[in-house]
């Protein structure tokens, strides 16, 4: 009970580690959660850890997190941090594309900074304390990074990020990037402009403001089900000239006259970020970075 007590947090240390529905391998998979991310943990089953992230919870293998103390969480938090930003990158023992790889890292994943560079490589710190070196144009430092995810570009650059998954699986629970559902590559894609929404369609249609007269904007969210009473079963992005990507056994992007679902409700998110609609800025989330009063 103890140890539960004290460390009642953990960053995840794989680049994606999957969440459960229940502590056992055979659960439904709700989730994944990136390296770097900042979770609450509580009771443990067998080899199995209870975590929420932001506004979920499920359940971890104990090797994907790296537990922390109240005091630890805190140092994490204010300790300088690089974001990746290539899809897939690897970091090796040394600064060399020959050298042995030691982690496997993809875009979102969050490494702490060690202050030392070589060649175009970037020495960086693992969430479990183990160090490597990436190739430096693969990484973005992270608050400079969450400061920068902002302006008139955001609408051009979620949808273009959503757009270059076209072909990737399907896959529930799917929240990187070899793997999506439709609420994970609404999610994934504003988290890598600096948002945070909630997991799920139904959560993510209640955020923002709605939008009732069908003139949509490149970025709003658009949400399929049923209207009276209105039931939120899936989403995709509107990305202009009546059309939407969006996450169905595959990526892919489609007319919206050609899909064969009515659209039941449509959201603005962009221009309501950090105004308490439920869409707020990575930059302010105590997540991700200490907050003032913290």
């Not at 190739?135 to 955001?154: K, V, Y």
């Not at 009515?262 to 907050?291: C, H, M, W």
């Amino acid at each position: 009970m103890l140890l539960a007590t004290l460390l009642s947090w953990a960053v995840v240390s794989l680049s994606s580690a999957f969440m459960r529905s229940g502590p056992d391998y055979e659960a439904p998979l709700d989730n994944q959660l990136m390296m770097g991310a900042l979770v609450e943990t509580a009771e443990s089953n067998r080899y199995w850890v209870k975590v929420t992230a932001e506004d979920y919870t499920g359940w971890v293998t104990e090797k994907a997190i790296t537990r922390l103390s109240d005091s630890e969480k805190d140092t994490y938090l204010a300790a300088p941090k690089w974001i990746c930003v290539a899809e897939f990158s690897r970091v090796r023992e040394a600064p060399s594309e020959t050298s042995e790889p030691i982690s496997v890292i993809t875009m979102g994943n969050i490494l702490r900074q060690t202050g030392k560079s070589s060649g175009g490589w970037t020495r960086v710190l693992l969430p479990d304390g183990r160090s490597g070196w990436v190739l430096s144009h693969e990484l973005m430092d992270f608050r400079l990074w969450a400061e920068t995810r902002s302006g008139n570009n955001l609408a051009r650059e979620i949808s273009g990020l959503a757009c270059s998954f076209a072909g990737t699986p399907y896959m529930w629970g799917g929240n990187t990037i070899k793997y999506f559902d439709c609420s994970g590559l609404v999610k994934f894609c504003f988290f890598m402009n600096g948002i945070l929404l909630p997991r799920n369609a139904s959560q993510q249609q209640r955020c923002g403001v709605p939008v009732t007269d069908g003139r949509y904007e490149r970025g709003d969210l658009l949400f399929f089900g049923s209207k009276k009473p209105l039931k939120v079963t899936h989403v995709g992005i509107y990305i202009g000239d009546g059309r939407m990507v969006h996450a169905s056994q595959l990526v892919y992007v489609v007319r919206l006259d050609e899909y064969e679902r009515e659209v039941v409700a449509a959201t603005r998110i962009l221009g309501n970020i950090d105004n308490g609609k439920g869409a707020i800025s990575v930059l302010r989330s105590p997540y991700y970075f200490k907050q003032d009063g913290e």
